[in-house]
């Protein structure tokens, strides 16, 4: 190490106590010139600038052939300086997500963010991978760089996924990301939600409509082999697996609360109550009379009529298909009426909500329907409570 000079010390003329201790400093060093073209990262522009050198150092050598030996010691250096050169750019590169390559980079990239990619593929995605070597065990988040080794499209799907879900908003603040989060459950059809006060602070509820009708404390259909529950539960398990939701096990004592409780609480806000209840029916009831054109048959008319006001998937009264609060009216029953094929007159004889206390509202055209409530007609005998209607056709032909 370079040792500082002694200091001095020193005293101002006139006062013997006013001192001074002084130390003289060497010069600083010269600058170093500085002319390398850091710009130069090739093979190509490392060598010209390598030549460059040589014929500046010596000016008297007018003539360089590559069986030189500094020709060739210059191609050396400048090969592997360009291997340094790429290696470098490989490693800045595998810093950020758009440039990096290897797979354990991204999957690390991503978890950063919040994409945890080995908790979002798969089971049977991994357990169809070739074994490993023998011996050798691996662990998740390696199997998942293998699979992305064998399938580099799945990597690139990853690596555009994961910063899209950043700006996703997932957690439930307002009334209406109560409503949409929970509609977005493969089991709901609509959600309502509204904050109510308990008397100490409010609590917010949520109406839920769900799919086919069932009720939140119905238990879930078993999965069977090709039926509508197997699809039903493969579209449950696609949306926890895709929300890193926790699923419990398919089995009867399974209903559609538990599974929605599970979505509520890892969506809340801390300290938010929110309940669930099953939303409101309106049943109601109509009376359609239609006249059938010449050439049809009564009988192929009424179940043509009977399958469009139906509550199945995309037929008229499919529960959710009309929002809460959203009234009935008489004119959308007659146009869906008129669309079927050799309908040529439909009119209204009754046109009402269910129960002896609610009038007939077929002058009126409208069926008045409340904030909380979703207009319900299931048409299922023997429980006319759920909505029902009577269909009656004349004209056509008998049979």
């Known amino acids: 190490m370079a040792e500082l000079p002694p200091p001095k010390l020193e005293f101002d003329r006139g006062c013997p106590d ?36 040589l014929a500046y150092r010596f000016p008297a050598r007018r003539r360089w052939t590559p069986a030189d030996m500094e020709v060739v010691i210059v191609e050396l250096l400048a090969a592997a300086f360009d291997r340094a050169s790429h290696a470098l750019d490989a490693v800045q590169g595998e810093r950020y997500l758009a440039t990096a390559r290897r797979p354990p980079s991204v999957r690390r990239l991503l978890k950063l963010i919040g994409y945890d990619a080995a908790e979002r593929v798969r089971d049977e995605v991994l357990d169809s991978l070739p074994p490993p070597p023998e011996g050798v065990t691996e662990t998740r988040e390696e199997q998942v760089e293998r699979l992305w080794r064998l399938e580099p499209g799945l990597m690139e799907a990853a690596r555009a996924e994961g910063p899209r879900l950043i700006a996703e908003q997932r957690r439930m603040v307002t009334l209406d990301d109560h409503e949409t989060v929970i509609s977005a459950h493969p089991l709901v059809s609509r959600a309502q939600a509204r904050l109510v006060w308990t008397g100490a602070w409010n609590t917010i509820l949520v109406a839920a409509l769900l799919e086919a009708d069932r009720s ?14 197997d699809l039903l539960w493969r579209r449950i398990e696609d949306f926890h697996h ?3 939701i926790p699923l419990p096990a ?51 008319m009424k179940q043509a009529l009977a399958d469009v006001f139906s509550a199945d998937e995309g037929d008229f009264f499919e529960p959710g298909r009309l929002d809460f609060g959203d009234d009935l009216f008489a004119s959308d029953i007659i146009e869906a ?52 209607f009577r269909l009656i056709v004349n004209g056509g032909e008998t049979g």
């Not at 390398?36 to 050198?53: C, N, P, T, V």
């Not at 939140?216 to 529950?229: N, S, T």
């Not at 938010?272 to 109509?286: G, M, Q, S």
């Not at 009402?352 to 299931?378: H, N, T």
Request: hydrophobic fraction near 40%; proline fraction near 8%.
């Open 250 to 300: 398919a089995g009867g004592s399974v209903t559609s609360r538990h599974l929605l409780r599970s979505l509520i609480e890892l969506r809340r806000m801390i300290g938010a109550e929110v309940f669930l209840e099953d939303a409101k029916p309106a049943a109601i009831t109509f009376t359609l009379s239609i006249r059938a054109k010449p050439g049809y048959f009564r009988s192929e």
């Open 18 to 53: 006013c001192g001074e201790r002084r130390a003289v400093l060497p010069p600083p060093l010269p600058g170093v010139s500085d002319d390398f073209d850091w710009k130069a990262r090739d093979y190509d522009s490392l060598r010209l600038f390598l030549m460059q050198e």
């Open 337 to 388: 009426a008129m669309a079927v094929d050799g309908v040529a007159v439909a009119c209204l004889n009754r046109f009402k909500r269910v129960g002896s206390g609610w009038p007939d509202r077929s002058a009126q055209g409208f069926i008045p329907v409340e904030a909380d409530e979703y207009v319900r007609c299931l048409n299922i005998r023997g429980e006319p409570e759920k909505g029902y």
């Open 216 to 229: 939140l404390d119905e238990p879930l259909p078993l999965p069977e082999a090709g039926g509508e529950a």
């Open 242 to 244: 895709d929300q890193s």
